[in-house]
């Protein structure tokens, strides 16, 4: 996956949940081409259109971010969340985990981070204006609003932008944005 390269969510594959409960997109993953046990991290968007338990990813951690206007109920480990829109939970991947729907139908982004190799981190916030990504930030996520890089590419909703220490400036207007980053 280039540095600078926008993934278009849209045209990703669905692959059914390790479990079978459900599908997502892949985003990105390191190392390029890792499956589902050999990945160091990995982005996702799920598509969640009715109750379900989520696998397991033991040896990791999972930042879950609601991506579309909304709530659901998570049950994490017997401990109950109401999960938001634009409002990043985080909880481990050993964890027995099932989400109830509340408003129907939603997408959520998944940052999905394996132990001994690296932890992560979610953060949202609303932008008007150029970023300059830091330097951990792996891929830039567009919730809602209008967002294009210097060549005049627009990103859609749910659209990511890969990102590197080398990545150029993106611009946003009344824009919500998920900021994905790695550290080792």
Not at 25 to 43: C, K, Q
Not at 149 to 167: A, K, M, N, V, Y
Not at 169 to 179: D, M, P, S
């Amino acid at each position: 996956m280039p540095l600078g390269s926008i993934i278009r969510t849209s045209r990703l594959a669905r692959v059914p949940w390790k479990n079978g409960a459900g599908t997502t997109r892949e985003g990105a993953v390191f190392p390029d081409g890792a499956g589902p046990d050999s990945f160091w991290w990995r982005i996702s968007v799920a598509d969640i259109i009715e109750d379900a338990a989520f696998s397991t990813f033991p040896g990791t951690d999972r930042h879950f971010l609601l991506a579309t206007a909304g709530t659901l109920t998570m049950d994490v480990d017997g401990a109950r969340r109401t999960a938001a829109y634009g409002r990043p939970e985080t909880f481990p991947g050993e964890a027995d985990v099932s989400v109830r729907l509340s408003s129907g139908p939603t997408s959520v982004i998944n940052l999905i981070t394996k132990h001994p190799y690296c932890t992560g981190d979610v953060s949202v916030e609303r932008l008007d204006g150029p970023l300059i990504p830091h330097v951990n930030a792996v891929a830039l996520v567009l919730l809602n609003g209008a967002a294009w890089i210097d060549s005049g590419e627009r990103l859609e909703p749910l659209d990511f932008l890969i990102c590197g220490p080398t990545t150029e400036g993106i611009q946003f207007k009344e824009a919500l944005v998920a900021t994905i980053s790695v550290f080792p």
